[in-house]
Every structure is written in C-alpha cells, then in structure tokens.
C-alpha cells in the first residue's frame, strides 16, 4: 500500500495522540508496513505406473518407460490476511471436475479457503491421460484418484514448513515459443505448415519471449523456492510413449544444481497458438538436443535474473476472482453428421488416427456433453505479489490475447498464466474462428463463444486495476 503523509501542521505536532486521532479522523489511519510475509514450500513425485496412457490427442500409446519424473511444485504465501497456493504440476490439464474436487480437498486438509488454491499445469506431454482429447483413450481414473492424495500431501506440507521469508523478481526475455498459426492464400489456416509453399500468406498472430522468475527466500537469503514463467508448448516428447516433465524437467534439474533440492514451478503462458518449432526457421535437432537447449536457455535466463534480484519482506499479496459464464459453440449438424461416421468406423475397425480422428471426436463430444446447456464457466484469477502481476485462466489462450492483458495491466511485472484450475479448451482470436482447422473449428476443446477470449483481456484488465488502485471487482479472499 502506498504510504500517506499527515498534513504538517505544528499544532498536531505538538500531540501524538491527537495527531493518530485527526489522521483516523480523515480516514488515512497511521502509517505502517504491510504484514511480514510468510512462505511455506513443498514438492511432491506424481509419476504413474509404466503401462498408463501418456496424454495425446491424436496418437493413443502407453508409457513404456519414464524418461524423467513427474512433479508436483507448490509456494504458498501468507501475509496474515490474504493466503495463496500456487501449484505447478507436470501434466497436460485437469478437467474442470477434478480441479475442484482436488482443490477442494486440497484446502480442507490444509486450512485454506479452496478458490486461494491455483492448481496450473505446465502442459506436457509426456503425462498421464488427464485430458479427454483422445476415443481410443480414457481419463486415468486410477491415476486422479492417486494425484488427489498427492496433493493433499503436497498442501499439507508446504503449510507445515511456513517460516518469515521475503520475495524478489525480474523480467527478462527467453525465446522458446513461436507462433504456429500459418495463414494460406485461400484464408484457411492451419497449426504447423510449410511456410516455403507459395501459398504461404504469413502467420496468423505474434509470439511472447517475455520470461518472468520470482524467489522466495528466508529471512537470510536461502532460496527456498523458485517461479519462472514463459509461453510455448512442452511437445518434445509428444507421441513418444515415455513419461516425461519435457523442458521444465531440465530446467529444474540445472536451477537445483544452484539452489539445491527446492520447489521449482513452471508457469505456462497464453501458448494456445505457441509452440516450440520456429514456422520460419525450422530447425533440426533430436529430441534430446532439443531439450536439453531449451531447459539451458529457460534456467540460464532465470538465473541471470537472480543475480539482479532485489527482495521485499513486506510486499503487497492479494488476490480476487471471477468465475466469468461463457456460451458454448456447437458444431454444424452437417459436420456432427460426418464425424459420427467417422468414429462408427473406428468402432467397426478401422484404422482412422491423427486429425481426422481428432476433430471427428471432438466434435461429437462437444454436441454430447454440451448440447442441453451450452454454457461453460471460466474461474479467472488474478492475484499481486509486490510488483508482480499473476492473471489465471483455464484456456491455451492464444498469445494476443495474454499481451492485451499486459498492455492494459498497471503492474509493472505481469504474467498471463494458462491451464490453471481446470482445462477449458483453445480459446482463439477471431482471426482463428475465421480460419478454421485445428484449434479454431469448434470441438469439443475449441468450444467457446468467439468472443470468449476478449471477455477474458476484460475481466482480467478490471481485477488488475482493482488490486493496483482498489475498487472491488469478482471476489476478494481473504
């Protein structure tokens, strides 16, 4: 909160009770600190068994082996008025059901209200099925039913260990995200393509190298946690019938090599149309290489950051809320028609995968669960850390949309974080409504109204403002 001074007058000078009563009088009360953060941590394994379905719209496979660790991070802030969780987990999404139920739990366990809980994924995917994107694959009902107790755990403990700390930031830039929207000269548009084609008329919207890190210390100076944020898709080992935590496995294992065995959590941004392959550039790497130049970029950036770190024992930690009603889009009844066919002829035994699949089950799905209420609900958070802007939402937001939310923030720090308390889906620009194909025809994950995202750039645009300059907008925790 910004300090107010009393008006210089000698005669309340001469009296400090009369000088606290005419300042109570005049509604600015006595200056004073915020209350001292507290800051509890904790990090939990959240890898399945090997045999489980690893996440993949178009490409049903099992994990034959684990490549590297799923995990479970967790920072929790308290300043004696407000409490937030902050968890960053190693997987696709969660459908909305299981977000709040785990939230739910998660909260009771540990004595904080549910909605203070911000449970975002990283997108991997290399993860257990927890997103229903795939008909020849089911939600691991086995493996939610054991990530609740984990993270109930995970809750528990990172309440348990809160001692005084203090927390710094810093912005920089780390390019590891590139717009794969590609436009074509008859107006479709399509995720990935040859961008050699003489057809090729540009890309559909902009890229976000912003990097964001925050560091949460105790009172003398150990890290006891550490939060970056950057956009792009973690797809390296898409498809590849391993489990693995991607890019933000390296990253982390390199920033443990500095700060040792801590908590490290990986916020993904408005990466709806982001991914890691440059549309113009294409480069030519394995896997491994791959991984291991994007974790080095992403660990080397957050580091330089630290090195310039400033921490605050008092910075302002607040939080509020909406929980923002959208309409669903339902598909053409002359698609609905032909995917039902489609997927009558998986059923039969055909040997129908990729895209066709994947739209023609998409589109089904959204008729059936959707059709009696097309109506979704989208919980949008957005919460201050000292200069530091978070804004959560449930969608793969495309990029335009997080640096609208930006230009209009008044933090001097803002990050737009996606896949956070549910997975709602793609959320496009009228741009990708426009021009089809994937991720901007109406599936089941493409399913909200056109207007959805702009609706979000508001919502969020008011709650920022709220909490840099009061006012009460959605809901305040307390």
Not at 147 to 165: H, I
Not at 231 to 237: D, K, N, S, V
Not at 295 to 317: N, S
Request: with cysteine.
């Amino acid at each position: 909160m910004r300090e107010r001074h009393p008006p210089r007058h000698g005669f309340l000078a001469a009296s400090g009770l009369v000088m606290a009563a005419w300042l109570l009088w005049l509604g600015q009360g006595v200056a004073a600190d915020p209350p001292k953060l507290q800051i509890g941590v904790a990090s939990k394994i959240i890898t399945h068994k090997i045999g489980g379905w690893v996440q993949g719209a178009g490409v049903p496979k099992k994990a034959m082996k684990i490549r590297d660790e799923l995990e479970a991070n967790a920072l929790y802030l308290d300043n004696g008025e407000t409490q937030v969780l902050i968890a960053s987990l190693d997987l696709a999404g969660l459908e909305p059901p299981y977000a709040v139920r785990f939230c739910k739990a998660m909260g009771e366990a540990a004595g904080i209200p549910a909605r203070n809980i911000l449970l975002s994924c990283t997108h991997t995917h290399g993860g257990p099925s927890v997103v229903k994107t795939n008909y020849l694959m089911p939600l691991d009902s086995e493996y939610l039913d054991k990530l609740e107790g984990w993270l109930v755990e995970l809750a528990k403990e990172a309440v348990k260990s809160v001692r005084p700390g203090k927390i710094g930031w810093g912005k920089g830039s780390a390019q590891i995200g590139y717009n794969r929207r590609v436009t074509w000269a008859d107006g479709t548009h399509s995720m990935h393509g040859d961008t050699k084609r003489k057809d090729f008329a540009g890309l559909e919207g902009p890229d976000d190298p912003q990097h964001m890190a925050l560091f949460a210390a105790d009172e003398n100076g150990k890290v006891l946690s550490v939060l970056y944020h950057n956009t792009t898709h973690p797809t390296i080992f898409y498809a590849a019938g391993v489990y693995s935590s991607d890019f933000a496995g390296e990253t982390r294992n390199i920033l443990r090599e500095e700060f040792g065995d801590i908590p490290v959590l990986f916020l993904n941004g408005a990466q709806g149309d982001i991914a890691m392959a440059d549309q113009l550039n294409k480069r030519k790497e394995g896997r491994e290489e791959k991984l291991e130049r994007i974790g080095r970029m992403v660990a080397d950036e957050t580091l330089r950051l630290y090195k310039e770190v400033k921490y605050h024992k008092h910075p302002i930690l607040a939080h509020t809320y909406e929980d923002m009603a959208v309409q669903v889009r339902l598909p053409d009844p002359k698609i609905l028609a032909e995917s039902r066919k489609i997927l009558a002829q998986i059923d039969a035994g055909e040997n129908v995968r990729g895209m066709k699949m994947i739209m023609a089950f998409g589109t089904v799905q959204l008729q059936d669960v959707y059709e009696k209420n097309p109506v979704d609900a989208l919980p949008i958070h957005a919460v201050r850390i000292g200069d530091v802007a978070l804004v959560t939402q449930p969608c793969e937001l495309y990029c335009q949309f997080g640096l609208d939310i930006k230009r209009r923030s008044p933090a001097p720090i803002t990050a737009v974080v996606g896949l956070t308390d549910g997975y709602a889906g793609y959320c496009p620009t009228i741009y990708g409504v426009l021009g089809g194909g994937y991720s901007g025809q109406q599936i089941s994950w493409t399913r909200l109204e056109p207007n959805a995202g702009y609706m979000i750039v508001e919502s969020a645009a008011k709650m920022l403002n709220s909490l840099w300059h009061g006012g009460k907008v959605g809901k305040v925790s307390k």
